[in-house]
């Protein structure tokens, strides 16, 4: 459960529309939380050996859920009015003035590779190389 989960997010980061990369991520979500279910009942089984390796995994489940939860609401903004969009790269626009152009794409990449916000073809987006919101990957 939790190898699915963690391949649909890996394939949202690299789809090809906005509609895959959401509905990836949104995939996922059932099969990380049924993992984080058994991993922490398991942990707290008496009788398992592994309770460390069931309490990471479980941990490493939750994780990824606690990303994954957010992106959907930055998709719902986006849906009425592209401002979680506008918001994210007005802050990668900030960072350039005050902190460059490196600490610009840094920010790019943790709004998409950390916090699942965007698949990875928004990039140039986020970083105002591309005036357009691409619905899919051109």
Known sequence: MQ???EKLQLAALDADS???????????????WGAYLGFRYLSVAQKSREV?????????????LANATPSLVTAFL?????????S???????KRR????????????????VMLEYPRYF?????????RYWVRKP
């Open 3 to 5: 190898e699915l989960g």
């Open 18 to 32: 906005v509609g895959g990369f959401y509905g990836n991520i949104y995939q996922s979500m059932p099969w990380l």
């Open 52 to 64: 460390p390796s069931h309490k990471i995994a479980a941990n490493v489940c939750d994780e990824r």
């Open 78 to 86: 986006d849906t009425l009015d592209g401002r979680a969009l506008r």
């Open 88 to 94: 994210s790269r007005d802050l990668v626009s900030r």
């Open 98 to 113: 005050m902190e460059g152009k490196v600490a610009a794409e840094a920010l790019a990449d943790h709004f998409i590779e």
């Open 123 to 131: 990039k140039p987006i986020l970083l105002g190389q591309e005036d």
